[in-house]
């Protein structure tokens, strides 16, 4: 009779479905962010991106019931690894490659930066306050593997219950909004700088090699180059235009080229920690009472890479913000960066000959130098951002919306001057000159390679240059990441009358909130 009652008991378990907690073997994380053991007493999970994409990302309520007695809900995001047997051997890579750095930057980078932050006597805000919290991660199942596996898992923190929305794409942020997100973009740039200066061997063995490879391919491949053709679709029928068409067209082919191979820089001042899609898309905002900002956070870690922080300013500026207000407030908005990314700086100690070099002057030259580059990037971001729709195929339909802003933002490039004459290549013949490295003989000392001389050229090849990624160290390289991420995270977004409210914008695995892990 007792067999007879344990056989009943284990079928009935067995045609039981199984949940996310099980199925995912999560129950130990759980225990240990209870730091106990716990009892889960409801589950409840939705899946926020697309079906079959990986990372996907989930959704996930229970309630927890500890030793004490005392119940508790959480409420998480949980990004995991689904496997699909079918995909392609790169983009399968390019999954474990990219959980493989999310996991680095949230349980190490993030720490060594507030490590040094508590050295220099920081108490209160601290560079991963801009980031959603990550309650816990695995990366697999057996602590001596260095790998991903089925079980490899993020869990942030959801946001949505904390307060925190996304702002209507279509209009883009207002003045308020955009000063407080241009001070948040300075306090992320002149942190890692501050980091630099103060100790350049402790910041490239904690940070450097956790963060995106300066990529350095020449090639595009097809699928992109028909991505390309499609986003020009804004020049047709724009008469404002016709008088620089050729200088515009030659700008968008050369700065899709270095959009995502290879960077032009002549210093690297302003380099440090960037996000390269710090836009509308990728940032939640909390509001007080009278609907004012008050936070922010920063979506998608894994996209962090060193660069120029100019780039992001201009790729913000021209994404995320309404381009009336963008025109009319264009240098008041420059001037609270700089003003914060300079208090930030004396906040961390920084000498006062070393701030010398961050001078408004220099930002602008910086700014100037770098803007004209970053043009098929901001383009090829409002194909998601302002469109009417999308096909049958999931591709952004441009109409109307996207032409009025691709029209808007080229005649700004244009009132600025960053489109001028009908550029050259400024990378030597032969291929591009790697970073750091003396020029080959014959080459001229071009836009394209470092101007450093003496002890600087040294510090140069020492930051970028070289070997930075032992084999043990996670390695991201630029074209493959740059290729397989346009692949896994070109989700469509939605039209500007699907976007009424917060509440009705739809959760996908690249929208802000869910495209890294909401």
């Known amino acids: 009779m007792l067999h007879r009652f344990s056989s009943l008991v284990g079928t009935l378990n067995r045609n039981q479905p199984e949940t996310e907690v099980k199925r995912r073997r999560l129950k130990p994380l759980i225990d240990e962010v209870a730091k106990g053991s716990t009892v889960i007493t409801n589950e409840r999970y939705h899946q926020r991106s697309v079906a079959g994409r990986s990372p996907c990302v989930l959704e996930l309520s229970m309630t927890v019931r500890m030793t004490t007695g005392t119940t508790k809900v959480n409420r998480w995001i949980l990004k995991a690894i689904q496997e699909n047997p079918k995909a392609p051997m790169t983009t399968r890579y390019d999954v474990h490659t990219r959980m493989t750095k999310e996991i680095a930057i949230c349980s190490k980078l993030f720490d060594a930066i507030g490590d040094y932050q508590k050295r220099v006597g920081i ?20 602590p001596t593997r260095s790998r991903p596996d089925r079980y490899c898992v993020i869990i942030y923190d959801d946001l949505d219950p904390l307060g925190y929305h996304f702002e209507n794409a279509c209009t ?6 955009a000063e407080l997100l241009v001070k948040n973009l300075a306090f992320m740039h002149a942190i890692p700088i501050a980091m630099r200066l103060k100790n350049i061997f402790q910041f490239k063995e904690s940070v450097m090699h956790m963060l995106n490879e300066v990529p350095d391919g020449t090639d595009i491949k097809d699928h992109y180059k028909q991505i390309y053709r499609d986003m020009r679709l804004g020049l047709d029928n724009q008469p404002e235009l016709e008088p620089h068409m ?21 210093t690297l001042d302003w380099f440090t920690i960037c996000h390269p899609r710090y836009s509308i898309r990728n940032i939640m905002v909390k509001r007080n009472e009278d609907g004012m900002p008050t936070e922010s956070k920063i979506l998608e870690p894994h996209r962090l890479e060193f660069n120029t922080g100019v780039k992001d300013l201009v790729y913000f500026m021209c994404t995320s913000i309404g381009t009336a207000l963008l025109r009319d407030h264009f240098d008041d908005i420059i001037d609270v960066y700089h003003d914060h990314f300079i208090t930030i700086l004396l906040q961390h100690n920084v000498e006062i000959e070393q701030i010398e070099r961050f001078s408004k ?20 971001t409002l194909r998601t951002i302002i469109c009417d729709g999308f096909d049958a195929k999931g591709e952004p339909i441009l109409d109307r919306d996207y032409r009025v802003k691709f029209k808007d933002i080229i005649l700004l ?9 009908i550029p050259t290549d400024p990378r030597p013949p032969g291929g591009p000159q790697p970073p750091g490295e003396p020029p080959r003989q014959g080459d001229p000392q071009g836009a394209a390679e470092i101007q450093i001389e003496g002890a600087q050229q040294a510090l140069a090849q020492l930051l970028i240059g070289g070997d930075l990624l032992a084999p043990d160290q996670l390695q991201i390289h630029g074209e493959q990441q740059g ?29 802000p909130s869910t495209r890294s892990f909401i």
């Open 172 to 177: 883009g942020f207002d003045l308020p909004t």
């Open 123 to 142: 108490e209160t805000t601290y560079f991963n306050s801009l980031f959603p919290h990550m309650v816990a991660t695995r990366l697999n199942l057996t």
């Open 413 to 421: 490039f244009i009132a600025k001057q960053w489109i001028t004459e």
């Open 361 to 380: 002057e220099k930002l602008m030259n910086e700014l100037n130098a770098m803007a004209p580059y970053t043009l098929a990037d901001i383009l090829y």
């Open 246 to 266: 050729e200088k515009i067209q030659a700008w968008i082919e050369l700065s899709q080229k270095f959009s995502w191979t290879s960077k032009v820089y002549d």
């Open 483 to 511: 290729a397989a991420a346009l692949q896994l995270e070109d989700d469509p977004l939605p039209s500007c009358s699907e976007m009424q409210s917060f509440s009705e914008y739809p959760p996908t695995l690249c929208s």
